[in-house]
């Protein structure tokens, strides 16, 4: 550093939640963030007197399901030559190779029902997943190639990034505890730990940290174990096909993640390779957000948590991206069926408890903390008003399937990603002018009032006097992550037939019909096949009854689901 004023750099980690085919919505967050810091980084080259000085930078990276994918994908992208995809012109001329747009609007096809639906995967006479999944594998494949490589890494990511997703262990890391002194088998008690961490991190003068895989983006890399992870953390389950990851055992046993696994057994890993099978890392912790901190704290030094959540002294922050933010639920009927509801009310029982947060955690995570900022999502219809949380996504529906129904949803949320990141980081992202952080004071001291004027907001907060009396008084902020264009001039949504929100006719839902009889059929049949005594009457029934009624079924859902959603018409 030559300026001894100079603070030092101010690190943010992204924590990225989970959300099915809505990690367009991530992916456009993403995009705009990697645009906005490579103009940053321009701008301090060309015009230094008129941008803010100070240093952002981000050595964390982590999530969950679509949050993990796009954690790992992006870190293939920061080593790219990033075009951002700001209209649905340049999505046209180069959509192909922004890595983020093509992995999640683009996907194989517009229409991912048709893939999905396909039988090939049946051929074997096995059920991997209620939906073929194959065409995952083929994203995969080009997700971890190097198409296009700059000379030099993408501004503001750390040297030694590091990145992580999470995973769902099927089989479980076996561990025991001895409950009495007499030394049988049956005094210990042996426990099952599912909540698993695919590690990944880049390769720097600085070296790695003992147990995190080496995230090689060199030509020569094999990088199938990213791919693996990928997969392995988007593996929805019982839809998609659960994945197999190996991992040497080497690096199993030096991760300091699983130190209180490995205490009680010191041989869980194995002598070479640690193999399991994984299904969505959300099922278990869907915003790792605890584990974003841990490694922001290492970094920085900071772990006092008044410090961490100061605006005056905090050198670090963490920002969430979760496109299903938490929202109440409303009151449901008690007199639950046994079918109809008590099923899915358990299985949803069971999976909220697992993403139970700790306390600090609840508590770090309070809005009034300068620690944690969360981008998710929000619609301003042409109608009025605005419209937040999953219901502003247009692959929000079906449980955030939707957007593998329509090219237009995925686009949609992608846009969407977009605007919200450049609303948020002009808005939002903030620290407090008069609070004197030494980050923000640094960046700003050179620029004069009229420039400070340009990147300034200012919001209104309650505050009590010297009397006790609340009073309400104007407060200056200035962003962390300085935006240059003027608000209002991009990102956009894109135009549907003069709308700003995707819409689709309900004929072509009817129009899978027959895919989707026919595929229920064939999963009916090899389900026969694993229980021959009742193979005859599945047979006749798949044909004759079940077929009919357990894909209209399917279908009636799907178009319900749609329908509440506000995305699909009847013409």
Known sequence: MTDKKNPGTFQVGLCMAGAVSAGAYTAGVMDYLLEVLGEWEERKRTDPENTPRHDVEIPVMGGASAGGMTALISGIAIHENHRPIRTREDAQRFGGENKLYHTWVNLTRDDMLEAMLDRSDLEDRNIYSILNSSFIDEIAGEVVKVKNPSERRHAGFAENLKLFATLSNLEGMKYSAELTDRGTSLSRYVMSSHNDYACFQLESPKGREPGWIKFDISPEADRSLIAQAAMATGAFPVGLRNRKVARKSADMNENKWFDGIRRHNSSVFGKDFYTAHFVDGGMINNEPFDRVREILNDVTGQIDE???????????????????????????????????????????????????????????????????????????????????????????????????????????????GRANCERFLRRYFTMPEDAGNPFIDYGYAHLTEARRLKYRTVS???????????????????????IFSTEGDAPYIPSYEGRNWPRMEEKFIDKKKRALKRRVGRVLIVMADLAPFWQFLLWIGNHAILRRKIGQAILDKVKDDLREWGIMEKK
């Open 460 to 482: 209104s907060t309650t505050q009590k006097d010297e009397a006790g009396n609340e009073v309400e008084r104007e407060v200056n902020h200035l962003p962390i992550i300085p």
């Open 306 to 416: 008044d410090v961490i959540h100061n605006y005056s002294r905090t050198n670090s922050t963490v920002l969430m991206i979760d496109p299903f933010p938490s929202e109440p639920e409303k009151a449901g009927d008690q007199n639950r069926s046994l079918l109809a509801n008590s099923i899915s009310a358990t299985l949803g029982a069971m999976v909220g408890h697992l993403r139970i947060k700790p306390a600090t955690l609840l508590d770090a995570m309070k809005s009034d903390r300068a620690g944690q900022y969360l981008i998710s999502p929000i619609r301003y219809p042409k109608s009025g008003g605005a419209i937040e949380g999953k219901k502003a996504l247009a692959c929000g529906s079906l449980s955030g399937f939707a957007g593998f129904i329509h090219r237009h949803f995925r686009e949609h949320d992608f846009f969407l």
